[in-house]
T-cell receptor, first 116, second 118 residues
Framework: ELKVEQNPLFLSMQEGKNYTIYCNYS?????LYWYRQDPGKSLESLFV?????AVKQEGRLMASLDTKARLSTLHITAAVHDLSATYFC????????????????FGEGTQLTVNP | DGGITQSPKYLFRKEGQNVTLSCEQN?????MYWYRQDPGQGLRLIYYSQIVNDFQKGDIAEGYSVSREKKESFPLTVTSAQKNPTAFYLCASSRWAGRVAGDYNEQFFGPGTRLTVL
């Protein structure tokens, strides 16, 4: 059974600081997704990571994937209040075919609060 | 305007009643999914459908049923057999990105339905 663990689960940080959220998973996969969720809202796709060593950046967020270590990181640079949200990583355990769809196992989420 | 719609946004149910949550997409996506989210937790997969007239159980299917008669629609029924149905329900859909793009099916989510059992 695939397990996905995020840490920390709660993160309170000051504006301008840097921090990293970690996502560990238990079985082989090379497709990992990061999502953002604002309170009471749905999930918004942030990054798709598809191979070992993949790195994606958007604004103050950068995500990376190490498939050998079964680890993905989401790095926050110079945090601002607008980044306050819950961040989820999700690992795909489906096959690599057009008809596979995807089978995501989600981490518990990291609730990020950025304080002025 | 392409997207995924879910209705209703809020739903209240008495114990012992079945209720059906609607999910519609006009993205021409083949696969659709239902998830449940409990407070402070991640999403758990209830059912998924890769193609019309076919669907499979996810990790927590007991007490739920689905149908997929049209590509655009994937309704979820929460039956009275579901012991603790109060939760936030999210529907998603995905389309294969193609071999050149990397062989993946990124999921996009609807706005959700918040179900409360009274």
């Amino acid at each position: 059974e695939l397990k996905v663990e995020q840490n920390p689960l709660f993160l309170s940080m000051q504006e301008g600081k840097n921090y990293t959220i970690y996502c560990n998973y238990s079985t082989t996969s090379d497709r990992l997704y990061w999502y953002r969720q604002d309170p009471g809202k749905s999930l918004e796709s942030l990054f798709v990571l598809l191979s070992n060593g993949a790195v994606k950046q958007e604004g103050r967020l950068m995500a990376s994937l190490d498939t050998k270590a079964r680890l993905s990181t989401l790095h926050i640079t110079a945090a601002v209040h607008d980044l306050s949200a819950t961040y989820f990583c999700a690992v795909d355990r489906a096959g690599r075919r057009e008809t596979s769809g995807s089978r995501l196992t989600f981490g518990e989420g990291t609730q990020l609060t950025v304080n002025p | 305007d392409g997207g995924i719609t879910q209705s209703p946004k809020y739903l209240f149910r008495k114990e012992g009643q079945n209720v059906t949550l609607s999910c519609e997409q006009n993205l021409n996506h083949d696969a659709m999914y239902w998830y449940r989210q409990d407070p402070g937790q991640g999403l758990r997969l209830i059912y998924y459908s890769q193609i019309v007239n076919d669907f499979q159980k996810g990790d927590i299917a007991e007490g739920y049923s689905v149908s997929r008669e049209k590509k655009e629609s994937f309704p979820l029924t929460v039956t009275s057999a579901q012991k603790n149905p109060t939760a936030f329900y999210l529907c998603a859909s995905s389309r294969w990105a193609g071999r050149v793009a990397g062989d993946y099916n990124e999921q996009f989510f609807g706005p959700g339905t918040r179900l409360t059992v009274l």
